[in-house]
């Protein structure tokens, strides 16, 4: 009897004892997970994608707390970390229930802004006790052109824009002297289009400054639950573009058999309204005699490639916001487009669809 209780009150002095007052080994306040695996491949990639993350903490009436932001800097690199967790200390976050929203690049937000490109810029409450609408998201863009369009910068790739939220029904409760967790999945907005143009007539033809490629969409902003708030209409333009060729004969490199035209091309997410109403459209120009070759919408043709997944039932919407690198491969003749291939790289996967009106 006595071994016990001297046993019993070992224990009692050790640990996360009420009776201790270091606490520094007790999990108590707020843990953050992150989880980028809402993707075609449905693996969690945050850590190998992700450089940089804030996290938005606002309570009940969804006025702000408090934020906070972590990023990878050289050796520094916690979120490149398995398992890594934003901590909120309960002196921070008192006990009570929360929402969560969080944004991420792939990089410093603020290093971001001093290199070439559009960037996204944020709107965001300054103060606390400031509400979450107050918090938006802008692509840069140019003033409007002669057609109303504005342009949106091609000199360099777009940085990689995530988004996060647990705001609406979901929240957080925190209880005083125990842990609670949270996880953000985090859903990727910036995409990016490649697209290729071969001439089934004449192999020989295509060159990249022979078309011009360009995408018109009213989607460079978006607000804090990731909607896209109606605003200008973008107009995106490729940041790369460049011709392939093959040689008739080996000996011989300048004797062309085929060339291939291909296109690089960023832009925002875009929303699947319905079969009729979406105002992404993508076109396909000669350069030559500006006939325009194809006119695309964007989200019906992209969200196409859902078919390569069938098991998965994918609505449109959700598979356009799972893919980021789409892949359309055009085929001519003369001045129009006969078929295109939409490809899924990662099952090796292509469907064609073929224009009717020839």
Known sequence: MCILTTILLGISTTGCSLMETDRDDCPEGLYVNFVYDYNIQ??????????????????GSDNLVMKR???????????????????????????????????????????????????????????????????????DRQ?????????????????????????????????????????????RDTKTLDITLRDIDNPADPSHDKYAVVITANNGRLDCDNNVIDDDTLLYTPYAAWTTQFPEDETDPDSVKERTAH???????IMYRSATDNDAVLRLVNLTDGKVIGEFDLAWILS???????????????????????????????DKWSY???????LAWTRRIWNTEL
């Open 42 to 59: 449905r693996a969690d990639m945050f850590k190998d994608h992700v450089g940089y993350v804030t996290v938005y903490v606002f309570d």
């Open 69 to 139: 932001s972590v990023g990878n800097y050289g050796s520094n690199a916690p979120l490149k970390e398995y398992g890594y967790q934003m901590h909120f200390s309960q002196d921070e976050l008192p006990a009570g229930s929360y929402r969560l929203m969080a944004l991420a690049m792939q990089r410093d937000w603020d290093e971001a802004l001093t290199t070439p490109g559009a960037k996204y810029r944020r709107t965001e409450p300054s103060t606390r006790g400031i509400g979450k609408e107050e918090i938006s998201i802008t692509l």
């Open 143 to 187: 003033a409007k052109n002669a057609d109303g369009l504005c342009p949106v910068s091609n000199v360099a790739p777009m940085d990689t824009l995530w988004h996060g939220t647990m705001l609406g029904t979901s929240t957080v409760k925190i209880e005083y002297d125990k842990p609670s967790y949270a996880t953000i999945s985090l859903v």
């Open 263 to 269: 296109y690089d091309i960023n832009f925002n997410r």
């Open 304 to 334: 196409e490639g859902r078919t390569a997944f069938e098991t998965q039932n994918y609505p449109r919407q959700e598979y356009l916001d799972r893919e980021y690198n789409y892949h359309l491969d055009f085929f001519l003749k003369g």
């Open 340 to 346: 295109v291939a939409i490809q899924v790289g990662i």
